[in-house]
């Protein structure tokens, strides 16, 4: 069993950062990957960016690579999702969600992802 709590989300105007953390408990941190998706209003969820368990393999989606830069604290137990260069369209509920099952192998499948925080949310003002 693994505890995801989002935190960080908020309003900020157009070309503003945000970062947002996941603190999570519950299973031994660093053998799990970690990743970040969202979630707009009608529209479906998304993947946004994964981190492999050790930290060292990372995965961004097209839309958010070069704005965005996830991160991890393994003795903290927390995932970081640094977001500079903030557009409306990166507006949404975002979530953290837990693979446990590949180890360093990264995936931006949500199918593979076994839990899921509660969500946090970024609104952007043009």
């Known amino acids: 069993q693994v505890q995801l709590v989002e935190s960080g989300g908020g309003l900020v105007q157009a070309g503003g950062s945000l970062r947002l953390s996941c603190a999570a408990s519950?299973?031994?941190?660093?053998?799990?990957?970690l990743g970040w998706f969202r979630q707009a209003p009608g529209k479906e969820r998304l993947f946004v960016a994964v981190i492999s368990g050790s930290g060292g393999n990372t995965l961004y989606a097209d839309s958010v690579k070069g704005r965005f830069t996830i991160s991890r604290d393994n003795a903290k137990n927390t995932v970081y999702l640094q977001m500079n260069s903030l557009k409306p369209e990166d507006a949404a509920v975002y979530y953290c969600?837990?693979?446990?099952?590949?180890?360093?192998?990264?995936?931006?499948?949500?199918?593979?992802?076994?839990?899921w925080g509660q969500g946090t949310q970024v609104t952007v003002s043009s």
């Open positions: 519950g299973r031994a941190f660093s053998n799990y990957a």
């Open positions: 969600a837990a693979d446990l099952s590949r180890g360093d192998y990264i995936t931006s499948s949500q199918t593979a992802y076994d839990y």
